[in-house]
């Protein structure tokens, strides 16, 4: 037996296992009750989880996958982290909490937005996101302000992102979990059925479920050259029904990250290019099968020795197929550059 590979195994079971034994306690009191953080100033560089003109995390490839290319990248790419911040005193995030940024930095930029810096220069902003609790409450104008706070704080660094760094280039959009939702909401205000549009290569939205008639003029990708396009899903263990699947996951979108289709087409284990590890050394290949399932994303068990329980795979919505994506942004960034000649 393999006790490096086992080891690793333990590690991103681990990660998976965060979101199901992370507090789900909302803050005790209502929004209006809290002093808000301050506002982000997007024009400086503390103010970014990554820029490529700075070291950051997601600089980082794992071991035996070529060296990130921004310099040299034709693409960037804006991506916006998962909810990272546990709350129970706030409902959104302070952007200068030093621990909460370099948890944030290390789990969920380095993880998921390094997938991308070998064809694009990575943005990814701060923002006061709302609380891991807010999901959970029942003070729904409390969570609805929250949210907002959070959007509109995405919504400042985009703009800021636009204006100052983008110079006209090709984009994608990535993003995960509550990333997801401000994701949605700004693919709908700036992207879909704007002239923006024409600069999107592709979007993956993660692990936060969406209907196909959310976007007016975005298409859902069906093909892994498909460009100006989103995509998304939600991942469970094979077999697995979530309680919420016909409410919360009822006709969502998933395209399957191993043949790129939203038809249901399956996928086998010889399709996968691999998945990264939580200890973000080791790559697996040719490991999972995958399936489209009532509005959810089934794959085999990724971690069979290390006896994993959880049956949600939420936190390893990239991580799972970390090379699958990777490779699929160059392959829809060369199609869209070569439809521009």
């Not at 803050?27 to 103010?47: E, I």
């Not at 129970?88 to 930095?105: H, I, M, P, R």
């Not at 290569?201 to 008639?213: E, I, M, Q, R």
């Amino acid at each position: 037996m393999n006790y490096r590979i086992v080891s690793a195994m333990m590690v991103l079971a681990a990660l998976l296992s965060l979101a199901c034994n992370s507090s789900r306690v909302p803050p005790s009191k209502p929004y209006s009750s809290y002093q808000l953080s301050p506002t982000p100033d997007y024009s400086l560089p503390g103010a970014w989880c990554a820029l490529p003109q700075k070291e950051d995390f997601a600089d980082d490839t794992p071991p035996n996958v070529a060296p990130e290319q921004q310099a040299a990248a034709k693409a960037d790419v804006f991506y916006i982290h998962p909810t990272t911040f546990m709350g129970g005193l706030a409902w959104n995030a302070n952007v200068n909490d030093v621990e909460l940024n370099a948890s944030t930095d290390e789990r969920a930029v380095r993880h998921q937005a390094s997938i991308f810096n070998g064809v694009a220069k990575v943005y990814a902003p701060r923002y006061r996101q709302m609380a891991f609790g807010g999901f959970f409450t029942s003070d729904t104008a409390s969570k609805a302000k929250a949210i907002e706070l959070a959007y509109q704080d995405v919504k400042a660094s985009f703009e800021y992102y636009l204006t100052n760094y983008n110079q006209e280039r090709p984009f994608f959009i990535a993003s995960h979990s509550q990333g997801s939702i401000h994701a949605i909401r700004l693919l709908r205000e700036y992207v879909d059925g704007q002239a923006l549009g024409e600069r999107l290569v592709a979007a993956y939205v993660l692990g936060w479920p969406f209907t196909a008639d959310t976007f007016q003029n975005l298409p859902v990708c069906n093909d892994p050259t498909e460009t100006g396009c989103v995509m998304g899903w939600c991942t469970f263990k094979e077999g697995y029904i979530p309680g919420n699947i016909n409410t919360h996951y009822k006709d969502a979108v998933v395209v399957n990250p191993l043949n790129w289709k939203a038809d249901g087409t399956p996928a086998s284990p010889e399709e996968h290019a691999g998945f990264l590890m939580g200890n973000y050394k080791k790559i697996k290949k040719e490991t999972l099968a995958t399936q489209a399932y009532e509005g959810i994303l089934w794959t085999s068990n990724p971690l069979p020795l290390a006896g994993i329980a959880v049956k949600n795979y939420h936190v390893g919505d990239f991580n799972l197929f970390w090379l699958d994506v990777r490779q699929n942004a160059a392959e829809r960034l060369e199609a869209y550059l070569a439809a521009q000649e």
